[in-house]
């Protein structure tokens, strides 16, 4: 049974930095897709990073060389630096793990597993 706590949102003001955390138990090997999610109010949730169970990342077009997406090899801790933040980054960032690649459709976001946010806000 697989349980994701996230940390590290709070209040920035814009160019500001935050890295998010989020702490992984339940994982038994190093085969999870990790990704981190958000969604901004009354907006649908969207995909923002993952790395695959051989490291490999990939990010939304919008953060890209602003997020760093990183996991130690267990996969039992995974981070979001995210540097020159901006207001639209703003919302409640969801960790999420699963044995395939995490992903939204145009109405839903399918994970196997997600923690239960935590909250970026960039004034």
């Known amino acids: 049974h697989v349980q994701l706590v996230e940390s590290g949102g709070g209040s920035v003001q814009a160019g500001g930095s935050l890295k998010l955390s989020c702490e992984a138990s339940g994982i038994t090997s190093g085969t999870y897709w990790m990704a981190w999610f958000r969604q901004a109010a009354g907006n649908k949730r969207e995909w923002v990073a993952s790395?695959?169970?051989?490291?490999?990342?990939s990010y939304i077009g919008s953060v890209k060389g602003r997020f760093t997406i990183s996991a130690d090899s267990g996969r039992n801790l995974l981070s979001l630096q995210m540097n020159n933040l901006k207001p639209e980054d703003t919302g409640m960032y969801y960790c999420a793990a699963d044995r395939s690649p995490p992903y939204c459709s145009p109405d839903y976001c399918f994970a196997d597993t997600w923690g239960q946010g935590t909250q970026v806000t960039v004034s």
């Open positions: 790395i695959s169970p051989t490291g490999r990342v």
